[in-house]
């Protein structure tokens, strides 16, 4: 699994010219509605990461018991 680098992680936000894009849902926001899409998007990506992190850990801390 690769680990993504959150911290210096690009976001390029193109601006809405009028030609509907169906690859970007967004395009039609305001830049603070599309701002709070983008922290929202970012909070899902680091929850789930989060999440992975402790199930690799519980499933490694349950081998340690199963170990011992």
Request: glycine share 2%; proline share 7%; hydrophobic share 30%.
């Amino acid at each position: 699994m690769s680990v993504l680098d959150i911290e210096n992680m690009e976001i390029e936000i193109i601006p809405y010219d009028g030609t509907p894009n169906p690859r970007n849902p967004f395009d039609r926001l305001t830049p603070e509605e599309r701002r709070k899409k983008i922290v929202e998007i970012y909070d899902q990506i680091y929850l789930k990461m989060v999440r992975q992190k402790q199930q690799k850990n519980n499933n490694l801390s349950g081998r340690d018991r199963l170990c011992r």
